[in-house]
């Protein structure tokens, strides 16, 4: 039976000197210790080995880009966790352009004062190796590893989406296959957290990073009231506030008359209500990103 995947050491790349916040902080939170490069001026053979073998004696890596000169050697430093297969979490400055063929990898656009956010993505990462069965392996495409899935398998999906719960009925189940086969990764919310918790917290590697690294769905099986949708929004709005998750989708089958769809938010915080039926047309079309884009233009030029 492969051995479980240990996540106990951390390589942060940065450029040197630059303030990396509250991140070692967060990294001892979770118990990761962690180790930053020293000086990398110079570019030499003994220096390049000696990286490799500190990156290789590493369960992670966490990069952070700045939009300086120095994110060059970052850069260098991520391909060679690449390379030796480490997971690798990119976190970036407001302005900085993330080259093209880092797309796929877990990134961020993040402020290194942000504990909540940079908190939670370093928690979203860490669950979704350690519901993988085995060692970390990159796919083909460079992004992080998903099996594929069948609908309502419910015993391989719980084994790869999380350790604390399997899909609670068969609706959220599918939901999370096609999620799966839309491109992104999903992570089952524990239901013993206190305090309300969203059902499904989700990740589109290739999607807009603004609506989707993470995103967070609440599901509901039965018709909402007026009543019990602005409770959900409340508690949605909420939880967005706490953890810098910028988007919250709420589905559901139906909603009493009149009740608007669409956007339901402010530019800060998105919260969306989309009928079940066409949620699972956008998810099988790919166009859920377009379509929540344009409900929130709509919204924001008081066209909803």
């Given amino acids: 039976m492969p051995s479980e995947v240990t996540l106990k050491t951390c ?133 992080m590893p998903v099996n594929p899935v069948r609908a309502g398998d419910k015993d391989r999906l719980g084994d790869r989406v999380s350790a604390h719960r399997q899909p609670g009925h068969h609706l959220e189940a599918e939901i999370v296959d096609l999620i799966e086969q839309a491109g992104g990764q999903v992570l089952l919310q524990n239901p013993d957290t206190p305090g309300f918790t969203p059902d499904l917290l989700v990740w589109f590697p290739n999607r807009d990073p603004e609506l989707f690294n993470p995103a967070v769905i609440e599901l509901k099986t039965y018709p909402l009231t007026r009543a019990r949708l602005g409770k959900i929004e409340d508690q949605l709005t909420s939880y967005l506030r706490n953890t810098g998750v910028r988007t919250a989708i709420i589905v559901a089958p139906g909603i009493e008359a009149e009740e608007p769809k669409g956007f339901r938010g402010n530019p800060a915080l998105n919260v969306f209500l989309i009928d079940l039926e066409r949620f699972r047309q956008l998810l099988r079309t790919g166009q859920l990103a377009n379509h929540l884009r344009q409900e929130r233009n709509r919204a924001a030029h008081g066209l909803r």
Wanted: hydrophobic fraction near 45%; glycine fraction near 6%.
């Fill in 11 to 143: 390589f942060i790349s940065a450029p040197f000197g630059v303030d990396l916040g509250v991140l070692p902080r967060v990294l001892d939170k979770l118990n990761i210790n962690w180790e930053w490069a020293k000086g990398r001026s110079a570019t030499s053979d003994s220096l390049l080995g000696d990286l490799r073998k500190i990156i290789r004696m590493v369960d992670l890596v966490v990069a952070v880009l700045t939009n300086l000169p120095d994110d060059a050697n970052t850069l260098f430093e991520v391909g060679v966790a690449v390379g030796l297969g480490k997971p690798v979490l990119l976190l970036l400055a407001k302005d900085c352009e993330l080259p093209f063929n880092l797309e796929p990898f877990p990134h961020v656009r993040v402020s290194l004062h942000d504990e909540k956010a940079i908190e939670l993505h370093l928690d979203l990462l860490i669950r979704t190796i350690r519901s993988k069965q085995g060692p970390f392996r990159y796919s083909s495409s460079g992004q």
